[in-house]
């Protein structure tokens, strides 16, 4: 963050020059054009200026050649500059295969992240320079906006799915984050401070703080407390489909749909599990709906995520024996809204 | 000035009665476009008013003027206002309203009691709008986005939008009336391609507004279902899309920037013809623009929703057709210089105006490839930028053209004219104070400061200081003709019946024109700005 | 162009004709609707309800009668409502396709 | 074009229902019709963007809205189905009458009309009453008791979408009573004659209108997923 009056956004990301070279470029255009514009108009006024009150203009209805010339060459323009911010666009939409994943989660008026390792902050998001940042983002309640103006990318936290960004930083320094969708009273309170640092301050950082335990082990814990290792077994004997190896393969459900095993999909799995059984199964899993919350979904999410064949499920239990699980099926019938 | 022995006629459609009763309930409806006018500047006033607000609250990064709740409601008031109430309704209603039977040479729009049916609903709807913010003001922004708009503000949305819902009734009941009128009533030699440009952009605008505003009391009746009735249709709770309130909403909304600009362009493409004194360069294309405006103008509305969660490749589609949109106004925009080129240009006030218009658009038209550039856009919306953009087009395209509207057909309406000198003051006035306003808020915007902030990082507040600098000049500019043109109600000279010698079947009958519009039906037999030579005041 | 659609009289028996097709229309959309064919259930009843429409609006509403630019306002219409089902749908068809894992 | 076509039309008789900015009745009837066809076009899409809100809900939760449908008692659906489609026929059948001039005829067909609009409501009313009772109010502070819980939460979507159209083709019902008890006083009151009936018309393209929106609700509320769930 700087001091004094700024004319030029700090630029922290790898893709912040590519969006800066665009707009450049856009703006040479818009004060060519303007300019020319403005000069016609003023030339005209000047030279024609009318003289005698009783003069009329020249007749002159049109020309086709000019409509054409002026109706082309602008398209070609405006393509070209659509080809370009597309370009721009896919590799802003689109992460990279490998990512260091954070996950965020927006809350009228405030920004919760959680890193894999287990640190969760508030409104404070710590990330090393040089590695390949996704950020998977919900929000509690109304629609938020994650805004990075020095990484020149935001995308809109919409409650009921999950919506990503990417970034790379590439400078050591503090940035300001912004919600930029309206949420409300204290929407212009719902910032706060991306701190880039080196990766081995990062990694201090890390390593500092509390110790609370990875979110997979977070994850494994709610697993346990929930009593969701009932039925999904690693062994295949259990009610549920087995969770190792699942996440991003392609299933096939009792209606003869194929999905991929997303995060979304989890989560819709554990909210309305009779939506989308997976073949072979009975849709006898009960709603989680009220018994956990968006980040407990984000920690079960990255649970699944973490579960390899190669590393049971044991090897990521929790020493902690936590309460008995609870044994009868959560309540059925939805609580109604007004 | 021309002529200057001219004297008012004996009756004319300000005398045919003198009552109250005679406004209220005209059927005229040049005396309709007059109750508008009232409406119209009024709710402007209101709208100004929240924008003082506004630009003194962020005369300072912190938010020490209103509170944050207050500042939400104040912004969202100052947007429902000027869109609604204003904008949306200020050229067609007046103007459009006033002028359309007369370029066309009919002695009323088709259905005039429907005309002011239309006025009352729209008097009707404000008052439920006005109502809201007494009753604990609205602070959902004017694009009343879901779920906050149904199930976290507590605000008073529901009277504000029912307002919104009643107000579309009477846009779609104007549109419709235009739509009709030009198809129907006229005068014989009245061919399609002899209608002033001014008459086919409002036609283009009465499609948008009779295909586009059904779209948006749908949405505004499936929103008070979830907030009045508890009834869940955009919410994710039980498995709602709040993203499709969004498409709803612009499909209505973004063609309704096309009802604005519309009106405007068709003042600006009278402006250039009857102040250069010849045929407005490329008729047919400007004609054929317009509707390709409104035609295309509905098929962008997903340039909104780039960050908004929509589909890559649905973005893709939306930014593509939102670039070739583009083309039509850029035609237009060259039209009207190559309409300049050898014309007999006066120095007039209406064609500061069109001056004004074609820099203020122009810049607001080429900052619009900047929002429609996906890669762009994502840092670029929901910030300054787009406030600086839409204001550019809005209210330094649409407000100069009405007021260049205004200005050019002032005498014929009131059969007075206003001091020139303060006119073309008051162009330039304003169009200095709004550079002053909206320029600073592109910078801003690409520096980052997200729209809707009621405090802001400090090292914004320079320029977030200039510009309400320069709403205090912009002000003043908007001051001013409220004045002189007061003024010249009771002061101003006679105008005579074609103070400008300009062409037009407007420009055939008195200032102002009798009730009936014209004494005997005119006959065309000329082509669309066809001056003859000489011109002697008073053509044909 | 002026068609005088106000002076032409429909005969009656086109009425109740019409009529006639309609109700079968309905009877046959129930009986469709109880037998399973799959996705084609939804195709046939949605064309015979299109039929109807169509029935109603050249008959009943004398569209078969009147001005061309009466078929013009209703298809310009139907093919708004296109335009935004269309458009739309193309946003919720294609949001997997870009599948970020 | 018919303007110009018009201007020379009949001078002759001066009908006292010509508007004075008309040069004749028949470019007045012609501008009225086509005026109301531009409603109906609003109409269209009035109602089209409800039915887009059905079409996204109902590929998104096929089975919860089959479901839902088939809790739908068929019968009164398909009663007032063919009750609406009869009052279309008496409707065509007064505008007919009101051509030929049989004023007798014109009343008989217009209150035949409305007492198969308020059959219809009648009819309606007491689905809803079902749905209530059922506990399929999806809002009001009520509770939604919906047979399969796994398939609440989406049923709710379902029934709000079927109260909102149901309910706005309901209100555009009763707005059509009203303007068909005007009519009948116009009737009676000798206002509408043979060269003068734009207006009976102008209510039959309504209420036809409104007849057409219900051939599309009854299969895509009450039909869908018949075929899986016989409820």
């Given at each position: 963050?700087?001091?004094?009056?700024?004319?030029?956004?700090?630029?922290?990301?790898?893709?912040?020059?590519?969006?800066?070279?665009?707009?450049?470029?856009?703006?040479?255009?818009?004060?060519?054009?303007?300019?020319?514009?403005?000069?016609?108009?003023?030339?005209?006024?000047?030279?024609?200026?009318?003289?005698?009150?009783?003069?009329?203009?020249?007749?002159?209805?049109?020309?086709?050649?000019?409509?054409?010339?002026?109706?082309?060459?602008?398209?070609?323009?405006?393509?070209?500059?659509?080809?370009?911010?597309?370009?721009?666009?896919?590799?802003?939409?689109?992460?990279?295969?490998?990512?260091?994943?954070?996950?965020?989660?927006?809350?009228?008026?405030?920004?919760?992240?959680?890193?894999?390792?287990?640190?969760?902050?508030?409104?404070?998001?710590?990330?090393?320079?040089?590695?390949?940042?996704?950020?998977?983002?919900?929000?509690?309640?109304?629609?938020?906006?994650?805004?990075?103006?020095?990484?020149?990318?935001?995308?809109?936290?919409?409650?009921?799915?999950?919506?990503?960004?990417?970034?790379?930083?590439?400078?050591?320094?503090?940035?300001?984050?912004?919600?930029?969708?309206?949420?409300?009273?204290?929407?212009?309170?719902?910032?706060?401070?991306?701190?880039?640092?080196?990766?081995?301050?990062?990694?201090?950082?890390?390593?500092?703080?509390?110790?609370?335990?990875?979110?997979?082990?977070?994850?494994?814990?709610?697993?346990?407390?929930?009593?969701?290792?009932?039925?999904?077994?690693?062994?295949?004997?259990?009610?549920?489909?087995?969770?190792?190896?699942?996440?991003?393969?392609?299933?096939?459900?009792?209606?003869?749909?194929?999905?991929?095993?997303?995060?979304?999909?989890?989560?819709?799995?554990?909210?309305?599990?009779?939506?989308?059984?997976?073949?072979?199964?009975?849709?006898?899993?009960?709603?989680?709906?009220?018994?956990?919350?968006?980040?407990?979904?984000?920690?079960?999410?990255?649970?699944?995520?973490?579960?390899?064949?190669?590393?049971?499920?044991?090897?990521?239990?929790?020493?902690?024996?936590?309460?008995?699980?609870?044994?009868?099926?959560?309540?059925?019938?939805?609580?109604?809204?007004? | 000035?021309?002529?200057?022995?001219?004297?008012?006629?004996?009756?004319?459609?300000?005398?045919?009665?003198?009552?109250?009763?005679?406004?209220?309930?005209?059927?005229?409806?040049?005396?309709?476009?007059?109750?508008?006018?009232?409406?119209?500047?009024?709710?402007?006033?209101?709208?100004?008013?929240?924008?003082?607000?506004?630009?003194?609250?962020?005369?300072?990064?912190?938010?020490?003027?209103?509170?944050?709740?207050?500042?939400?409601?104040?912004?969202?008031?100052?947007?429902?206002?000027?869109?609604?109430?204003?904008?949306?309704?200020?050229?067609?209603?007046?103007?459009?309203?006033?002028?359309?039977?007369?370029?066309?040479?009919?002695?009323?729009?088709?259905?005039?009691?429907?005309?002011?049916?239309?006025?009352?609903?729209?008097?009707?709807?404000?008052?439920?709008?006005?109502?809201?913010?007494?009753?604990?003001?609205?602070?959902?922004?004017?694009?009343?986005?879901?779920?906050?708009?149904?199930?976290?503000?507590?605000?008073?949305?529901?009277?504000?939008?029912?307002?919104?819902?009643?107000?579309?009734?009477?846009?779609?009941?104007?549109?419709?009336?235009?739509?009709?009128?030009?198809?129907?009533?006229?005068?014989?030699?009245?061919?399609?391609?002899?209608?002033?440009?001014?008459?086919?952009?409002?036609?283009?605008?009465?499609?948008?507004?009779?295909?586009?505003?059904?779209?948006?009391?749908?949405?505004?009746?499936?929103?008070?279902?979830?907030?009045?009735?508890?009834?869940?249709?955009?919410?994710?709770?039980?498995?709602?899309?709040?993203?499709?309130?969004?498409?709803?909403?612009?499909?209505?909304?973004?063609?309704?920037?096309?009802?604005?600009?519309?009106?405007?362009?068709?003042?600006?493409?009278?402006?250039?013809?009857?102040?250069?004194?010849?045929?407005?360069?490329?008729?047919?294309?400007?004609?054929?623009?317009?509707?390709?405006?409104?035609?295309?103008?509905?098929?962008?509305?997903?340039?909104?929703?780039f960050v908004s969660g929509e589909s890559v490749y649905a973005a893709l589609v939306f930014s593509v057709l939102s670039f070739i949109v583009a083309v039509p106004s850029a035609v237009k925009v060259f039209n009207w210089i190559a309409t300049m080129y050898r014309g007999s240009v006066s120095w007039e006030t209406p064609m500061f105006y069109v001056a004004g218009f074609i820099g203020l658009f122009s810049i607001g038209g080429l900052t619009g490839l900047f929002l429609a550039s996906m890669g762009l856009d994502v840092h670029l919306t929901d910030t300054y930028f787009i406030v600086a953009h839409f204001h550019y087009v809005m209210v330094g395209g649409t407000i100069m053209g009405y007021l260049g509207g205004i200005h050019f057909w002032w005498p014929k309406i009131t059969g007075r004219m206003y001091n020139d000198v303060l006119g073309r003051i008051s162009a330039v006035v304003i169009f200095v104070g709004f550079n002053l306003t909206f320029f600073p808020q592109f910078v801003v915007g690409y520096l980052g400061m997200p729209r809707r902030y009621h405090a802001y990082p400090e090292e914004f507040q320079v320029l977030n200081v200039l510009s309400s600098a320069g709403a205090s000049v912009l002000a003043v500019g908007y001051l001013m003709p409220l004045f002189y043109l007061a003024y010249s109600l009771k002061y101003g000279p006679i105008a005579g019946d074609n103070p400008f010698g300009a062409v037009g079947l407007e420009w055939n009958t008195t200032s102002p024109p009798p009730t009936e519009n014209f004494k005997t039906t005119p006959v065309v037999t000329w082509e669309a700005y066809e001056y003859p030579t000489p011109v002697e005041g008073h053509v044909v | 162009m002026a068609d005088h659609s106000q002076h032409h009289i429909v005969p009656k028996s086109t009425y109740y004709l019409i009529f006639t097709a309609l109700m079968l229309g309905t009877g046959l959309t129930w009986w469709i609707a109880t037998i399973d064919l799959g996705a084609m259930n939804n195709v046939i009843m949605l064309s015979i309800a299109v039929t109807k429409a169509t029935l109603v609006i050249l008959f009943f509403m004398h569209v078969k009668y009147s001005p061309k630019l009466t078929g013009t306002v209703i298809i310009g219409a139907v093919f708004w409502l296109l335009i935004m089902l269309v458009m739309t749908m193309n946003d919720?068809?294609?949001?997997?396709?870009?599948?970020?894992? | 074009?018919?303007?110009?076509?018009?201007?020379?039309?009949?001078?002759?008789?001066?009908?006292?229902?010509?508007?004075?900015?008309?040069?004749?009745?028949?470019?007045?009837?012609?501008?009225?019709?086509?005026?109301?066809?531009?409603?109906?076009?609003?109409?269209?899409?009035?109602?089209?963007?409800?039915?887009?809100?059905?079409?996204?809900?109902?590929?998104?939760?096929?089975?919860?809205?089959?479901?839902?449908?088939?809790?739908?008692?068929?019968?009164?659906?398909?009663?007032?189905?063919?009750?609406?489609?009869?009052?279309?026929?008496?409707?065509?059948?007064?505008?007919?009458?009101?051509?030929?001039?049989?004023?007798?005829?014109?009343?008989?067909?217009?209150?035949?009309?409305?007492?198969?609009?308020?059959?219809?409501?009648?009819?309606?009313?007491?689905?809803?009453?079902?749905?209530?009772?059922?506990?399929?109010?999806?809002?009001?502070?009520?509770?939604?008791?919906?047979?399969?819980?796994?398939?609440?939460?989406?049923?709710?979507?379902?029934?709000?979408?079927?109260?909102?159209?149901?309910?706005?083709?309901?209100?555009?019902?009763?707005?059509?009573?009203?303007?068909?008890?005007?009519?009948?006083?116009?009737?009676?009151?000798?206002?509408?004659?043979?060269?003068?009936?734009?207006?009976?018309?102008?209510?039959?393209?309504?209420?036809?209108?409104?007849?057409?929106?219900?051939?599309?609700?009854?299969?895509?509320?009450?039909?869908?997923?018949?075929?899986?769930?016989?409820?």
């Open positions: 963050m700087r001091s004094g009056t700024p004319l030029f956004p700090e630029a922290a990301s790898t893709i912040a020059p590519r969006v800066d070279a665009l707009y450049l470029f856009l703006v040479g255009l818009t004060a060519f054009m303007t300019i020319l514009i403005a000069a016609l108009v003023v030339i005209f006024m000047v030279k024609y200026k009318r003289r005698d009150p009783n003069s009329i203009g020249a007749r002159i209805h049109g020309g086709m050649a000019l409509e054409i010339i002026w109706s082309i060459i602008p398209l070609f323009i405006v393509l070209g500059i659509f080809v370009w911010a597309t370009g721009l666009f896919f590799d802003i939409a689109r992460p990279p295969a490998e990512t260091m994943n954070i996950y965020a989660t927006g809350k009228q008026w405030m920004w919760k992240f959680q890193h894999l390792d287990g640190q969760r902050e508030i409104n404070e998001l710590h990330v090393p320079v040089g590695r390949k940042v996704k950020m998977i983002m919900t929000s509690e309640d109304v629609i938020h906006d994650l805004y990075v103006p020095a990484f020149r990318v935001k995308a809109d936290v919409i409650p009921g799915r999950y919506s990503h960004i990417w970034f790379e930083a590439t400078k050591a320094g503090e940035y300001h984050l912004f919600c930029a969708e309206y949420c409300g009273t204290q929407h212009s309170g719902m910032i706060g401070k991306v701190v880039v640092m080196e990766p081995d301050d990062f990694q201090a950082w890390l390593s500092g703080g509390v110790q609370e335990g990875s979110l997979a082990s977070a994850g494994s814990k709610l697993f346990q407390d929930l009593a969701c290792n009932t039925c999904h077994r690693p062994d295949a004997q259990g009610r549920g489909p087995v969770l190792q190896n699942l996440f991003g393969k392609t299933v096939t459900l009792a209606s003869g749909e194929n999905v991929v095993v997303d995060e979304a999909y989890i989560r819709e799995s554990i909210l309305t599990p009779s939506q989308k059984v997976t073949a072979g199964f009975q849709p006898v899993m009960p709603t989680f709906q009220w018994l956990v919350s968006e980040e407990g979904i984000l920690q079960l999410i990255e649970y699944v995520k973490s579960l390899k064949t190669d590393m049971p499920v044991s090897a990521v239990r929790p020493n902690t024996g936590g309460p008995a699980p609870n044994e009868n099926t959560p309540a059925q019938t939805l609580p109604t809204r007004n | 000035m021309s002529s200057s022995t001219v004297a008012m006629p004996p009756t004319h459609y300000l005398n045919n009665g003198l009552t109250l009763k005679s406004w209220l309930f005209t059927k005229d409806h040049k005396r309709i476009a007059l109750l508008y006018l009232v409406a119209v500047t009024f709710f402007f006033m209101v709208g100004a008013a929240f924008a003082v607000a506004i630009r003194l609250e962020l005369a300072t990064p912190a938010g020490d003027l209103l509170s944050d709740e207050n500042y939400n409601r104040v912004f969202t008031m100052h947007g429902v206002m000027m869109v609604f109430f204003f904008l949306i309704p200020a050229v067609p209603a007046i103007l459009g309203n006033f002028l359309i039977p007369l370029q066309i040479g009919a002695k009323d729009l088709a259905f005039p009691k429907l005309n002011l049916l239309s006025f009352y609903i729209y008097f009707v709807g404000s008052l439920f709008t006005m109502y809201s913010i007494v009753s604990g003001g609205l602070d959902t922004g004017w694009t009343f986005y879901t779920p906050f708009s149904t199930i976290a503000s507590t605000s008073a949305v529901v009277p504000a939008a029912l307002g919104i819902f009643i107000n579309g009734f009477s846009g779609i009941l104007t549109g419709l009336n235009f739509i009709v009128t030009i198809h129907k009533m006229r005068a014989p030699g009245m061919t399609w391609f002899r209608l002033p440009l001014f008459v086919w952009a409002h036609y283009a605008t009465s499609l948008i507004q009779v295909l586009g505003t059904p779209v948006l009391a749908i949405t505004i009746v499936l929103v008070a279902a979830e907030r009045v009735f508890g009834f869940g249709l955009f919410n994710p709770a039980v498995g709602g899309d709040p993203v499709l309130f969004q498409h709803l909403f612009w499909f209505y909304s973004h063609p309704a920037v096309y009802i604005m600009i519309l009106p405007a362009m068709g003042i600006i493409s009278e402006l250039v013809a009857a102040f250069s004194r010849k045929q407005v360069f490329g008729y047919t294309f400007v004609a054929f623009a317009s509707i390709g405006i409104a035609v295309i103008g509905f098929l962008v509305w997903g340039h909104h929703m | 919720y068809f294609t949001r997997d396709w870009l599948h970020f894992g | 074009m018919s303007n110009a076509a018009s201007v020379a039309h009949d001078e002759q008789q001066h009908h006292p229902r010509l508007a004075h900015h008309f040069e004749s009745l028949e470019q007045q009837t012609d501008s009225s019709l086509f005026g109301m066809w531009i409603f109906l076009a609003t109409e269209i899409l009035f109602f089209g963007g409800a039915l887009m809100a059905y079409m996204i809900y109902r590929r998104w939760y096929p089975d919860a809205f089959a479901l839902a449908s088939s809790h739908i008692a068929i019968l009164p659906g398909a009663i007032n189905t063919a009750v609406l489609i009869i009052s279309s026929l008496t409707m065509a059948l007064a505008v007919h009458a009101a051509q030929t001039g049989e004023r007798g005829k014109i009343l008989f067909f217009i209150v035949v009309t409305m007492i198969l609009g308020a059959a219809f409501l009648g009819i309606k009313g007491y689905e809803y009453y079902e749905k209530y009772a059922e506990g399929f109010i999806p809002g009001l502070g009520l509770e939604f008791r919906f047979p399969e819980p796994e398939y609440a939460k989406n049923a709710q979507i379902f029934f709000s979408i079927y109260f909102v159209l149901t309910g706005l083709h309901a209100l555009h019902m009763i707005v059509g009573l009203g303007l068909m008890t005007w009519m009948f006083i116009w009737v009676k009151d000798g206002v509408i004659d043979t060269q003068y009936y734009a207006p009976i018309e102008i209510v039959g393209l309504y209420w036809h209108f409104v007849d057409i929106v219900w051939i599309f609700l009854f299969p895509l509320l009450y039909l869908i997923g018949r075929h899986v769930h016989h409820g």
